[in-house]
């Protein structure tokens, strides 16, 4: 995978107590058990670790964490 997408379950182990043995490019947020709450808190985490401000919303329960990595470096790339 990505140097974003290593960067996202990093966080997400890290700062959120996912178990790193659950994580992979297809499992959605939603499977790990992230609601919407931790969502939000995910999205100022990344904002804060990562420089990149996403949208409300733009990280959804249903999304993978491919795909999420993917939406980062675009934000990135656009140096959001």
């Known amino acids: 995978m990505t140097a974003m997408y290593d960067r996202l379950t990093e966080l997400l182990t890290n700062k959120l107590g996912v178990d790193a043995a659950e994580l992979n490019p297809a499992a959605t947020f939603e499977e790990l058990d992230i609601d919407s709450l ?4 995910l999205t100022d985490i990344i904002e804060g670790h990562l420089g990149i401000v996403v949208g409300e919303g733009e990280i959804r329960k249903g999304a993978t964490l491919a795909e999420a ?5 675009i934000h990135a790339a656009a140096g959001q």
């Open 69 to 73: 990595a993917q939406a980062l470096e």
């Open 38 to 41: 931790a969502l939000v808190e």
